[in-house]
């Protein structure tokens, strides 16, 4: 069984390469069952935890479940309260083929579908990116989305200041042109592109603030109670989903749906009907897109097939 450390898994991860691997798995489609939620020991309590395991499989012959553990208390021993592990099989037979790092298949995989979104909802002249966010995802963002749009000027905000500059310097340090964006509304009025990769809980961006034409990519919250954008960012826009589980998983989507801006029936399609044709994408060039990604094993399963069969091709 391969077992690549996490700085391999990256390099075998680039996203020139993981973009297309992800359109082609949403055009073939793959058995995604719902997740399985355990909780270990009692909530509240020391030592307390949830574990979620993720499979899927396809037709090419692979079977994968990433596990996810959350440990809320693990502060307090010096450890992250995450921990992910993807482990690969042989669909045919069970056999296990690699494990890989869960967290480094989950933040390129989702920075991989935000920047697939963009390639059938952004303008194609779109030239200017605008990140909020700068932890694991919103530092793959940028990269990510110049693997599809050619990006004269990248901007990125974060509440910390420091790891905006950080990451703007990362950026730099690959060829990006990124600079930090000191005025968070200035900025997001200014770009053609917007993606939010935060953890938020209340609204960070703002309807009124979205110009006409531009494309806004929310793939930070993924549960009922995380929101990213206030309701007046889905009125009067065209709002696609990576899956059809978004809409009962999406705070955003879910507060957008309260307040009457956006309904259920509303929504144009999600990245199977982009990637199958059976949907068009972006209509007009004063079309204002909004992506919602809550993520899926989908993605995962593609993601660890692609290193895979790059290992086996090239073993290093």
Request: charged letters at 20%; a negative charge; hydrophobic letters at 45%.
């Amino acid at each position: 069984m391969l077992q690549p450390d996490a700085a391999l898994l990256r390099a075998l991860l680039p996203f020139p390469r993981l973009i297309p691997a992800l359109r082609d798995a949403f055009a073939a489609g793959a058995t995604v069952p719902l997740r399985h939620t355990h909780h270990i020991g009692e909530a509240g309590q020391p030592g307390a935890g949830i574990s979620l395991l993720m499979p899927a499989w396809d037709d090419a012959g692979f079977y994968g479940v990433k596990i996810v553990n959350i440990f809320e208390g693990n502060a307090a021993h010096g450890l992250p309260g995450l921990h992910s592990t993807y482990m690969l099989y042989d669909a045919r037979t069970g056999a296990p083929l690699a494990m890989f790092d869960g967290n480094e298949i989950t933040s390129r995989r989702t920075a991989a579908a935000a920047a697939l979104a963009a390639d059938y909802l952004a303008r194609p002249d779109a030239r200017s990116l605008l990140v909020v966010g700068a932890g694991r995802v919103g530092s793959l963002v940028a990269p990510a989305m110049a693997a599809v749009r050619q990006l004269e000027r990248i901007a990125i905000w974060n509440r910390d200041t420091a790891a905006a500059a950080r990451c703007a310097q990362a950026w730099r340090d690959q060829g990006l042109p990124a600079a930090v964006a000191d005025d968070l509304e200035a900025a997001v009025r200014e770009a053609d592109i917007v993606s939010c990769a935060t953890l938020a809980t209340t609204p960070i961006i703002r309807g009124e603030w979205l110009a006409a034409g531009s494309h806004l990519d929310l793939i930070g919250s993924f549960t009922p109670r995380m929101t990213e954008a206030d309701p007046a960012c889905f009125a009067n826009a065209s709002v696609w989903v990576d899956t059809d589980e978004a809409p009962a998983k999406a705070g955003d989507l879910i507060n957008a749906f309260a307040a009457g801006c956006l309904s259920p029936e509303a929504l144009r399609g999600n990245l199977t009907d982009l990637a199958r044709g059976t949907r068009g994408g972006r209509e007009s060039a004063d079309e204002r897109t909004v992506f919602k990604g809550v993520g899926t094993a989908l993605e995962d399963l593609a993601s660890a097939r692609l290193a895979y069969q790059q290992l086996i091709a090239s073993p290093r």
